[in-house]
């Protein structure tokens, strides 16, 4: 049983240059839970109940602890989210409507994920929000799906927060024979980890995230993510906050759907037409999606004098 949608793949006119560009999206916000997270969890969790697993743990207050969530009451699993005191009220009720126990413990993620892992016992699973090779292989499935569709992309442009998305595009990629389709891996300029660790050679931890997108916010990017540099055709790009929310308020507009600056991220390039693209004639860009935000929060979040 796929917990998983199919999603549309469309064509986006407001995005494209008829005749020079055209610019497709995987609308993976159409997912259950509103992002791409449970095609990697809902595959992970699957196994892992499989495995004879009785409970599952997560440390997420985002959207793989909503997609964790929904697939624990999907396959009747019970689930236990710990998360930190800073956790939105709207992400607490997002985890209890899914059924979900949360939990709140410690001033940060790491407190709350320490405090996870004490919970589990022998018969419980905890999933990782990125780092684990049965994610990667749940979120190819999104590129079967283009390939299935019959559309080879000249280019892929994607999020990257803990390198989970990507490490499953590139096994995507590779499984359908696409190991000349270029990846563009972007992030915001205080979550840009995965740029830090492509510089650096390794992965490297960021003293502190400073972004608006939050889902964005690993400190460190699996090891795999900087293997799949090296593995396949991976550029790093960096945007601001403010091109990412702008591209949250611009494909609301344009399609109708709104999205978290992690996501906004991506379809910045897009709408900013950054140099990186201009030598591709199709370009897939992966709507991530993210529940986590609301319009009057993107909005909030654009007017403060120290968005960048
Ligand atoms: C988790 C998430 C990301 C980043 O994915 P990683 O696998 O951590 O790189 C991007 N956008 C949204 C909306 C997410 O939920």
């Keep these: 049983m796929n917990l998983h949608f199919d999603t549309p793949l469309m064509e986006s006119r407001a995005l494209s240059v008829p005749g020079e560009q055209s610019i497709w999206l995987k609308l993976d916000a159409l997912q259950p839970c509103g992002s791409f997270k449970i095609r990697g969890i809902g595959h992970a969790c699957a196994v892992h109940q499989s495995r004879g697993a009785h409970r599952f743990v997560s440390s997420s207050g985002g959207n793989a602890g909503l997609a964790v969530a929904y697939a624990g009451r999907r396959l009747g699993i019970p689930v236990v989210v710990v998360v930190p005191e800073t956790t939105t009220a709207r992400a607490k009720e997002l985890l209890g409507l899914e059924g979900a126990e949360v939990v709140v413990h410690g001033s940060s993620w790491q407190e709350a994920n320490q405090y996870a892992q004490t919970l589990l016992g022998a018969t419980d699973a905890f999933v990782h929000p990125f780092d684990d090779p049965l994610l990667w292989h749940g979120h190819a499935s999104m590129i079967d799906e283009v390939a299935e569709a019959g559309l080879k992309p000249d280019a892929v442009v994607l ?40 510089e650096a050679g390794r992965t490297v931890e960021l003293p502190r995230i400073a972004s608006v997108a939050t889902s964005l916010g690993a400190k460190r990017v699996c090891e795999q993510a900087l293997h799949c540099a090296h593995a396949h055709p991976v550029r790093s790009l960096v945007v601001s906050d403010r091109s990412a929310l702008a591209a949250c308020e611009r494909f609301l507009a344009d399609h109708r759907i709104l999205v978290e600056p992690a996501c906004g991220a991506a379809l910045s390039v897009a709408y900013d037409r950054h140099p990186a693209l201009s030598e591709y004639k199709k370009v897939l860009v992966i709507v991530c999606g993210g529940a986590t935000a609301t319009i009057d929060q993107i909005r909030a979040w654009a007017e403060q004098p120290d968005c960048r």
């Design 159 to 198: 999020s990257v927060g803990g390198g989970g998305l990507l490490c499953g595009v590139v096994e995507g990629l590779q499984r359908n024979h696409w190991r000349d389709v270029p990846v563009l891996a972007v992030e915001t300029e205080g979550a840009a980890s995965f740029h830090a660790a492509v």
